[in-house]
């Protein structure tokens, strides 16, 4: 969703769609590097059993932001 509905269409347009889909991976891959740090502070303590038990949850917030569980693609509506 980052470039538009159509990537084919904003590679016509000019757009460098896979440069864009690896600037999206590497912004997310540093975010989630960020928050694993603010977790491990906030807990004071770095334990090998964190994220234990939030599959649920993890599920839930994919639900939430659009993923389709049918396949196909997901929607924001």
Known sequence: ??????PEAADLAGIN????????????????AIAGAISTARLNAATNAQG??????????????????AGGVGTIA
Do not use: P
């Open 17 to 32: 769609t896979r440069w864009v889909t690896m600037k999206i991976f590497i912004i997310m891959g540093i975010l989630c």
């Open 52 to 69: 234990t038990l939030d599959e649920l949850l993890t599920i839930a917030a994919a639900v939430i932001g659009g993923t389709s569980l």
């Open 1 to 6: 969703f980052a470039m538009g509905g159509n």
